[in-house]
Nanobody, 122 residues
Framework: QVQLIESGGGLAQAGASLRLSCTAS????????MGWFRQAPGKAREFVAR????????WYASSIKGRFTISKDNAKNTMYLQMNNLQPEDTAVYYC???????????????WGQGTQVTVSS
């Protein structure tokens, strides 16, 4: 089991930046792939980005590519999501999650954080 705790959400204006953090603990070696997902009100949870254990392999949703960057600091057991040029449509609860395999599907991630709210005003 991997425990995940997100932080860094908040309120931002359109065009601004925020950085989310996700700190992992527990059996992190059993879940080498970590990802960010988001869920807007009334919508399904959707994939945002994922990264492998050493940070050498990343994948992004097309909707955020070029604006968001996923990274890891293994010394701190922490994953980040740098979000630039935020837009109102980025408003959602953002979740970090861990998986034993490369995937963009929520079904393959079995350890989840509690989520952090990001609200972007126009």
């Amino acid at each position: 089991q991997v425990q995940l705790i997100e932080s860094g959400g908040g309120l931002a204006q359109a065009g601004a930046s925020l950085r989310l953090s996700c700190t992992a603990s527990g059996r992190t070696c059993s879940r080498p792939v970590m990802g960010w997902f988001r869920q807007a009100p009334g919508k399904a949870r959707e994939f945002v980005a994922r990264i492998n254990w050493i940070g050498s392999n990343t994948w992004y949703a097309s909707s955020i590519k070029g604006r968001f960057t996923i990274s890891k600091d293994n010394a701190k057991n922490t994953m980040y999501l740098q979000m630039n040029n935020l837009q109102p449509e980025d408003t959602a609860v953002y979740y970090c999650a861990a998986s034993p395999r490369y995937s963009t599907s929520t079904r393959d991630y079995d350890n989840w954080g509690q989520g952090t709210q990001v609200t972007v005003s126009s």
